[in-house]
């Protein structure tokens, strides 16, 4: 009886590892701030599985916010559109809910935000705990 017991905790010891299910159903945010110049607006829509944010336009120094909830696989992308004719745009993944995705890219669970800023060079992270800021997309054409 004990050694089914040691089995099956092992087991969901391993299982918890693999899936990163110490992140599921905690609060993060994503933001993405506007830092276009030229007082260019930014066009955004971010999606996960089946479902999509509404079109937002933002105007500098706006930042467009999206609470969630992590779960087993959170994925959430979104496309950014780069005023005024909109022409150059590019997609990435906004949010990944796993570990390493969180540490790397987005800083850590603290503050438990996942902050993009758009420049006019690309879309940078603030991938760190201090807030510094790293170049991660360049706007395709």
């Not at 005023?83 to 603290?110: L, N, Q, R």
Request: proline content about 3%; overall charge positive; hydrophobic content about 45%.
């Amino acid at each position: 009886m004990i050694e089914k017991f040691i089995i099956y905790f092992a087991l969901f010891a391993f299982l918890i590892q693999r899936t990163d299910s110490i992140l599921t159903f905690r609060r993060f945010n994503i933001e993405i701030s506007n830092q276009l110049g030229g007082n260019n607006k930014l066009m955004v829509q971010c999606r996960s599985g089946q479902e999509s944010t509404r079109v937002v336009f933002l105007a500098f120094s706006d930042v467009f916010k999206a609470p969630l909830r992590i779960g087993f696989k959170t994925l959430i992308w979104c496309t950014l559109w780069k005023g005024p004719d909109f022409k150059h745009h590019v997609s990435f993944d906004a949010f990944v809910g796993k570990e390493s995705f969180i540490h790397d890219v987005c800083g850590s669970m603290k503050p438990n935000i996942c902050f993009w800023q758009v420049q006019d060079d690309g879309v940078w992270a603030r991938n760190n705990p201090t807030g510094a800021l790293k170049l991660m997309y360049k706007w395709n054409i």
